[in-house]
């Protein structure tokens, strides 16, 4: 089974993803086999063609693409990694928000105070979805910010934390610093602009 870019002179029910928002990162359409399809893919957004388990194609560009039942015979390069999920999941088409999620904040624990305090504000951006899909989501009807954001928030505070610590004898962090220690999340396939870092401010030297 693959996408296809090839329209042929059928009647085919058109998918595409009319969820997806600053609040929405994923949403899946289950499929009839009985049926024929195309799925209209907008900027921003890409889609994988899962069943039972197993990914079969995924595309990433703007456009409208056929389903096709028939074996892949070119197997994208990116789909080896990918870990098969073990579940029963009928043949669906998964869409992603590729847009950056905005407004997202994190906050220094209160633990930490004496010696600094702050908060801040962050985006993120999907931009490997297959990454994402391995690590972190489950399948079901879509996929919330507020889900993903927590895992993100834990992990991207104790890194900050660690910046301010390694930066002691400064009483301001450079913004470029505290975003090359968010690399850590490529694991995910997740990119992080941190935005606003100016609200992090010193007590004194530590």
């Given at each position: 089974m693959h996408?296809?870019n090839?329209l042929?002179?059928e009647?085919y029910?058109?998918?595409e993803?009319?969820?997806l928002?600053n609040?929405i990162?994923?949403?899946?359409?289950n499929?009839?086999?009985?049926?024929?399809?195309v799925v209209?893919?907008k900027?921003n957004?890409s889609?994988?063609?899962?069943?039972?388990?197993q990914?079969?194609d995924?595309?990433k560009?703007?456009?409208?693409?056929?389903i096709?039942?028939?074996p892949n015979?070119?197997f994208?390069?990116?789909?080896?990694?990918?870990?098969q999920k073990?579940?029963?999941?009928r043949?669906c088409?998964?869409?992603?928000?590729?847009k950056?999620i905005?407004k997202?904040k994190?906050?220094i624990?209160?633990?930490?105070?004496?010696?600094?305090y702050?908060?801040?504000?962050?985006?993120?951006q999907?931009v490997n979805p297959?990454?994402?899909?391995?690590?972190v989501?489950?399948i079901?009807?879509?996929?919330s910010?507020?889900?993903?954001?927590e895992?993100?928030?834990?992990r991207l505070?104790?890194?900050?934390?660690?910046?301010?610590?390694q930066?002691k004898?400064e009483?301001?962090?450079?913004?470029?610093?505290?975003?090359a220690?968010?690399?850590v999340?490529?694991e995910?396939?997740?990119?992080?602009?941190?935005t606003?870092v100016?609200?992090i401010?010193?007590?004194?030297k530590?």
């Amino acid at each position: 089974m693959h996408f296809s870019n090839k329209l042929e002179d059928e009647e085919y029910i058109t998918l595409e993803a009319v969820k997806l928002d600053n609040n929405i990162l994923m949403e899946k359409q289950n499929l009839d086999e009985n049926q024929h399809y195309v799925v209209k893919l907008k900027e921003n957004q890409s889609a994988i063609l899962f069943e039972k388990g197993q990914v079969y194609d995924v595309v990433k560009e703007e456009g409208i693409y056929t389903i096709n039942l028939a074996p892949n015979s070119s197997f994208p390069g990116d789909l080896i990694e990918y870990q098969q999920k073990e579940n029963q999941d009928r043949l669906c088409v998964i869409f992603f928000n590729m847009k950056p999620i905005t407004k997202n904040k994190f906050y220094i624990p209160k633990k930490h105070r004496k010696s600094f305090y702050g908060e801040g504000e962050f985006e993120f951006q999907i931009v490997n979805p297959l990454k994402l899909f391995n690590k972190v989501v489950e399948i079901r009807k879509n996929y919330s910010r507020e889900e993903l954001l927590e895992q993100i928030r834990e992990r991207l505070t104790k890194n900050v934390i660690t910046v301010i610590k390694q930066q002691k004898n400064e009483y301001g962090i450079k913004e470029e610093t505290m975003n090359a220690s968010v690399d850590v999340f490529k694991e995910y396939g997740i990119k992080i602009n941190l935005t606003d870092v100016k609200k992090i401010q010193f007590y004194k030297k530590m």
